[in-house]
T-cell receptor, first 114, second 110 residues
């Protein structure tokens, strides 16, 4: 059984388009995250939700909008895609917001903007 | 200065070798420390937490020096399956935000 799943796995699109990435976790966790891993493999937090409430909102363009319809889902919508948005986007979840909480990552969505 | 800095790598070692990775962090208020492992084109996975007293998990030993803001990972008797990128991770802030280092790539050669 997949613990944290993301769709789609690959996304190739043109500049200026709007796209969404979906994430679901079946671990019963309260906290979910979006990370971006760029071409240099640097992994950086974008957003975090705890019980559907936004708790981390890093400095990302407002073209990126997360949405958490319930605790098990955290989707990422991106408007007006730009070349620099090309990256691997990872969703993750943890039981709660704790100092020693393990984060479980999804398989990633590889986004290529042409 | 990056918040979490790691050895640039890559490390290429023969099977059976012992290899050590180092990491420094800049935020003295960092609360917890981890090593994650990321295989090629896969997601990161927790390898081990790093406690103040140091801790060991089989062939893996992690050390933390809070005074020097330094974390290390030692892998003994390297296996081919240890080939991966090792990510140093620290937690800070009320939201327990994870900050990742850029990773150190390890290749264990037959």
């Amino acid at each position: 059984d997949t613990a944290v799943s993301q769709t789609p796995k690959y996304l190739v699109t043109q500049m200026g388009n709007d796209k969404s990435i979906k994430c679901e976790q079946n671990l019963g966790h309260d906290t979910m995250y979006w990370y971006k891993q760029d071409s240099k493999k640097f992994l950086k937090i974008m957003f975090s939700y705890n019980n559907k409430e936004l708790i981390i909102n890093e400095t990302v363009p407002n073209r990126f909008s997360p949405k958490s319809p319930d605790k098990a889902h955290l989707n990422l919508h991106i408007n007006s895609l730009e070349l620099g948005d090309s990256a691997v986007y990872f969703c993750a979840s943890s039981q709660e917001v704790g100092v020693w909480e393990t984060q479980y990552f999804g398989p990633g969505t590889r986004l290529l903007v042409l | 200065r990056k918040e979490v800095e790691q050895d640039p790598g890559p490390f290429n070692v023969p099977e059976g070798a012992t290899v050590a990775f180092n990491c420094t962090y800049s935020n003295s208020a960092s609360q917890s420390f981890f090593w994650y492992r990321q295989d090629c084109r896969k997601e990161p996975k927790l390898l081990m937490s790093v406690y103040s007293s140091g801790n060991e998990d089989g062939r893996f030993t992690a050390q933390l020096n809070r005074a020097s803001q330094y974390i290390s990972l030692l892998i003994r008797d390297s296996k081919l399956s240890d080939s991966a990128t090792y990510l140093c991770v620290v937690t800070s802030g009320s939201a327990r935000q994870l900050t990742f280092g850029s990773g150190t790539q390890l290749t264990v050669l037959p």
